[in-house]
């Protein structure tokens, strides 16, 4: 049996020590600027719980931005021996209402402004039995759900003299759905063990990098596969956090970049962009920040480049899923790429990145023969490891693992023979054309390079003789009016003359995933009476 790891305490202690100084900084709903240090509170968090009757095992959701009060509840939730289950709000209210009864929680901590949201759902989960709105008395506003408690009064009934509960390693101590693109969504429970790990994992130097002499922003949400672990590795190590709150506009995520000296960021390629913007528009300068991990999406060239060349910061491109606590793959350079410059160091940086110490990965045909890392043979990326899940709660989805507890991730890719990794498509959407693939990615990557083109997605189309072929499906922007012909002739060359799209078809609007992901199934049965030309 495993050494009990009494976890929380270790990284609470380490998050609140006074001669570090080390402090979480937030901009909640209801106050600007706070500072507070996790442990304290967190202990008081745990204390209350255990008098609210909650322990071992007990499911209890936050639905809340990145907050220094959403820290100290999740661990608190883990210090009492129970799980924290962050709720994604930006999935649909049906499916909060699945997950919460799937996962059956007991209590939720709320922000305000997600309180409209759990008003509409919570009648509908029968196991919930508290809200804890994460305010105060003065703030919070009238509600007509049962059994609500103001955090911060809540939370004053403690004295935070409580011991964390010990627990063996192998307990969960978290949890978090996939955003259920294809089906219902999927809980994934992550250990005390497989937390402490993927927080160490992620901090090595050829990894994320952290040291206590950041200031670390974690822009990706909690709620969004734990902020990448960031929650977790930031108190690790002793560093500090300015949690972003709310506000993820590019002006509000300067102003914390500038006001807090942060030295270390990790966004989707979304928020990078939007910062960017802000940053041309108003001529500012990043002097603090030297590194950004960007990932949950490819990294599009155009934003590796401005940040490194026009503003000096570092960008670490990264690959991960829920299903691996996140992290997969992060492409910083190995000695061998190190001194690479321009082209041929974008190149690289396109990729999504080697694994690090304690994640095996591989890419198998359909037959699960294991494929030539030549970085070009494309196929299944298969990855194992302590931090990858085993199984789905509820043991749904376990065709997805094998006997080996290798996790098929739905995702295609090559590895080069240094061990880069680089997506090509998702296994559900690569069109097999003539029995070989066609990456999606890459079709739409390219279009996009485009002037005039402000979205692209690509999808096959069946085709008497190859079985399918592409069709491009475009977004232009506002007044640009190019022909399909335009629109190929730029792609011609830059692909395989066979992965050239068949043809090219004009839309108003692509249609999205609640989480912003392009919806490829039901493009698919927008176009699925769509005839090609060339059949
Ligand atoms: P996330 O919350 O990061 O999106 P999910 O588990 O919801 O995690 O989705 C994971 C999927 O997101 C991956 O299987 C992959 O298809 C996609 N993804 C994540 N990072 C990247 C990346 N850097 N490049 C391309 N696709 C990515």
Redesign the pocket.
């Known amino acids: 049996m495993a050494a009990a790891v009494p976890q929380a305490d270790r990284q609470c202690r380490e998050a609140a020590r006074p001669t570090r100084d080390r402090v979480a900084l937030d901009r909640g709903a209801d106050r600007a600027h706070h500072i507070c240090r996790i442990h304290h509170r967190a202990l008081k968090v745990a204390e209350r719980l255990e008098r609210d009757g909650y322990g071992l095992g007990d499911r209890i959701a936050t639905l809340a931005w990145n907050t220094a009060r959403h820290i100290e509840a999740w661990y608190g939730i883990m210090g009492v021996g129970a799980i924290y289950h962050t709720l994604n709000p930006r999935l649909f209210p049906e499916q909060i209402t699945w997950i919460m009864n799937n996962a059956g929680d007991k209590a939720i901590f709320v922000d305000l402004t997600f309180l409209p949201l759990l008003e509409k759902i919570a009648g509908a989960v029968k196991s919930l039995k508290q809200v804890i709105v994460l305010t105060d008395k003065a703030h919070l506003p009238e509600t007509a759900l049962p059994k609500v408690v103001a955090y911060e009064e809540w939370l004053a009934e403690a004295d935070g003299n409580f011991a964390w509960k010990t627990v063996d390693e192998n307990t969960a101590a978290g949890m978090c759905y996939?955003?259920g693109t294809t089906g219902d969504p999927k809980g994934v429970l992550y250990s005390h063990r497989s937390n402490v790990l993927h927080a160490m994992i992620e901090a090595m130097p050829d990894a994320m990098g952290l040291s206590s002499r950041d200031t670390i922003l974690p822009v990706v949400p909690m709620f969004?596969?734990n902020a990448w672990g960031l929650a977790q590795s930031a108190p690790m190590i002793g560093a500090k956090l300015v949690m972003p709150g709310c506000k993820m506009d590019g002006a509000s995520i300067y102003e914390l970049l500038d006001t807090e000296k942060v030295t270390f960021s990790a966004a989707v390629p979304t928020v990078g962009m939007m910062l960017l913007q802000h940053l041309e528009e108003t001529g500012k300068k990043l002097p603090y920040l030297q590194k950004v991990v960007i990932?949950?999406?490819?990294?599009p060239r155009a934003i590796t480049t401005k940040f490194q060349d026009d503003y000096d910061v570092q960008v670490v491109?990264?690959?991960?899923?829920?299903?691996m606590s996140?992290v997969g793959t992060l492409c910083t350079l190995k000695p061998d790429y190190a001194g690479l410059k321009g082209d041929a160091r974008l190149a690289v940086q396109q990729k999504?990145g080697f694994t690090p110490f304690g994640i095996e990965m591989k890419v198998t045909d359909d037959d699960d023969n294991e494929l030539p890392w030549d970085g070009k043979t494309f196929g299944r990326l298969k990855v194992r490891g302590p931090t990858v899940a085993r199984a789905y709660y509820g043991g749904i989805g376990s065709e997805q693992f094998d006997e080996q507890s290798w996790f098929d991730?739905?995702?295609i890719a090559h590895i080069d023979p240094g061990g880069y990794m680089q997506?090509t498509d998702?296994a559900k959407d690569v069109i097999k054309s003539g029995g070989e693939w066609i990456s999606t990615i890459e079709l739409e990557n390219l279009a996009v390079g485009h002037p005039d083109v402000a979205e692209a997605a690509a999808i096959g189309i069946p085709h008497s003789k190859w079985g399918e072929r592409p069709l491009l499906v475009i977004v232009l922007k506002p007044g640009r009016e190019p022909t399909k012909t335009h629109i190929l002739a730029f792609m011609d060359g830059k692909v395989a003359k066979w992965w050239m799209p068949d043809d090219v078809a004009f839309v108003g609007e692509i249609p999205h995933t609640a989480t912003g992901n392009i919806q490829k199934i039901t493009l698919r049965q927008q176009f699925r009476d769509y005839h090609l030309p060339t059949d």
């Open positions: 996939t955003s969004h596969a990932g949950g999406a490819s990294c491109h990264a690959w991960g899923m829920t299903e996140p999504q991730t739905g995702d997506i998702r």
